[in-house]
């Protein structure tokens, strides 16, 4: 499977840490891609690897993810105020 942004949302907990495991191994440029993509900040990932030495890297990655994933969505939600306007609506 081709590991990407859109895949990685779609896997459960578990899929999603061996996922991050297997691009740490094989592809971590590509990890880093991703994260940046996420916006995970690199400071706060850092200080999380490096307060939990003996964690599976893959698990504490993806829970960053996850957090990240669901800020993004509540703030789109946030802003997403007005209602949508319905196709069958006349337009002026």
């Not at 307060?51 to 893959?58: I, V």
């Not at 949508?84 to 337009?91: F, V």
């Given at each position: 499977?081709?590991?990407n942004l859109q895949?990685?949302?779609k896997l459960?907990?578990?899929?999603?840490?061996?996922?991050?495991?297997e691009l740490i191994k094989n592809d971590f440029s590509k990890l880093v891609q991703i994260l940046y993509r996420i916006d995970v900040s690199e400071a706060k990932l850092k200080n999380i690897l490096n307060?939990?030495?003996?964690?599976?890297?893959?698990k504490l990655i993806a829970q960053?993810?996850?957090d990240r994933l669901e800020a993004t969505k509540?703030?789109?939600?946030?802003?997403?105020t007005t209602p949508?306007?319905?196709?069958?609506?006349?337009?002026l």
């Open positions: 499977m081709e590991i895949s990685l949302e459960d907990r578990p899929s999603l840490e061996d996922a991050i495991n307060s939990n030495p003996n964690e599976d890297a893959g960053v993810i996850v509540k703030a789109r939600e946030s802003f997403n949508r306007i319905d196709d069958t609506e006349e337009r």
